[in-house]
């Protein structure tokens, strides 16, 4: 039988999953970028990002990002610079004017470095995201009983968390995927790139200036 701690936390995660925020956009930009195996190599590198903060949530160390104002502005900012960073390289290839060849040189001649580049975004995006690490080390050890082994059960919750995410991406995903004729012109791509990159900086800033 599920545990009722384990069902609790798998409804709070789905919420926080379907609500739309910079993990989506970031699935986005990549499947607009670069195509669906790309996106769904970003959505792996997103969902596995849970487990990295599972962990520190675990051994403590989100206490650090809790209490300390500093680790916590320091953290949020390396996050929000890289949001911008990469809303500005959206923005910058949207402005080039040449998204048809800019989507062949990325799909074609360098596939594998494309997509494991938007692996590395997607999981960078999650693990310096510091809401996700308070997130974690506030409700994890709310549904951990004082006789469970702590780091198991984290890690279990974690891949709760990182199955619904899949499910919910790859829908996402999937119906992208059924846009493709349309996605596939080159103006439509401008465009898309275009508005990911502002809505990344726009993420990006908001991180950068919102308070805990």
Known sequence: MVEPQVIAFASIAALLTITPGTDTMMILRSVFTHGHKAGVLTMIGICSGLFFHATLSALGLSLILVRS???FDTVKLIGACYLIYLGGQSLWTAGRGS???SLAENTVTKPKKGNWRAFFEGMLTNVLNPKVAI???AFLPQFISPHDWVFGKSV???SIHFIEGVVWYSILIFFLGRMRALLTR????QVLEA???AILIGLGLRLAVERR
């Open 99 to 101: 998204m048809k060849d």
């Open 69 to 71: 104002a500093t680790a």
């Open 135 to 137: 997130f974690y080390f």
């Open 156 to 158: 279990v919750l974690a």
């Open 186 to 189: 080159p103006r439509v791509r």
């Open 195 to 197: 508005l990911s990159g």
